[in-house]
């Protein structure tokens, strides 16, 4: 079994297109070079129920991220580039290692900049026998290759939409084209996945989980993010099941962007009875409790 895979000379694995020479071993604007990355691996519980169930979800945290927002939950991951370097066969251990301990699937958080990679460590755990549905967990800020070259290797997406304003997205992630970009490979994922599907235990077995993380100050935002999510919902209903989610917590450079508070319950509740009244009823939201740094998981290279 050839473990072979290109590591790409000019990089445009993602929107941003930096053309980093990580065969070089050159880093890009994502953080990540020439050598595989991960920060922990382990069973998962705060996921959607469907996702997380009983036993948890096989949760792998890649390093680095192309969307560098400023309030990222996982920023000594996404911006620091936290993490130990892992070769593709161990990626294929760690992920046969989450199906022993028992996970419902195998879940890739932020997973983009590293595809060739993840592909190849796909393939051979699959000849080794793993058989889960595997969870692509993305931001939403995605090329149509890169989704086109996930087909067949992922079952499940769990994508945000975070924002339409591109002066919103620019502030926050530095992509003002955040939205024309995610819209388009929101409509991809869908058209490549198709409705959700669930097992015989509730659990998705494949399918789209869109997610929205409401943010303090911004629920103007958040009425536009949706009227899209309606928007698909309405041309085909039942197409996705929307995630309207509280817990922002203001990390990392969060509150020199202004948003340097939690979200009040009030905001919360006017965005969810906004989701109500646009008949985005069959989904999820979260208690305002969720807002806790404890949902955070630790990155301590657990599983690594
Ligand atoms: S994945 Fe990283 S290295 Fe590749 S184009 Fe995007 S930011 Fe650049």
Known sequence: ?????????????????CGADRAAGRTGY????????????????WEEPCISGTRGSGTVFFSGCALQCCYCQNYPISA?????????????QIFLDLQAQGAHNINLVTPGQWQPWIIAALTLARDAGLDLPIVCNTGGYETPDSIRRW????DIWLADLKY????LSAEMSAAPDYFAVAKQAIEAIMAQTGRPVYGPDGMLRRGVILRHL???GHIDD??????????????DPGCLVPSIMSQYTPFYKAAEHGIGRRITTYEYRRVVNYAVDKG?????????????????????LTGV
């Not at 087909?151 to 992922?154: D, H, L, R, V």
């Not at 958040?222 to 041309?235: E, H, I, K």
Request: with cysteine.
């Open 1 to 17: 079994m050839s473990t072979s895979f290109v590591i790409p000379s000019r990089c445009t694995l993602c929107p941003r297109r």
């Open 30 to 45: 994502c953080g990540a070079g020439g050598t595989l990355k991960v920060a922990r691996a382990a069973l998962h519980f």
């Open 80 to 92: 620091q580039c936290f993490g130990k370097e892992v070769t593709v066969e161990r990626l294929a």
């Open 151 to 154: 087909q067949g290797f992922i």
């Open 164 to 167: 339409v304003s591109p002066a």
């Open 214 to 216: 409401a943010l303090p």
């Open 222 to 235: 958040s009425f536009r993010v949706l009227d899209q999510m309606a928007a698909w919902n309405d041309a």
């Open 280 to 300: 985005l009823t069959s989904g999820f939201m979260q208690q305002k409790s969720s807002a806790r740094e404890e949902y955070t998981p630790a990155f301590d």
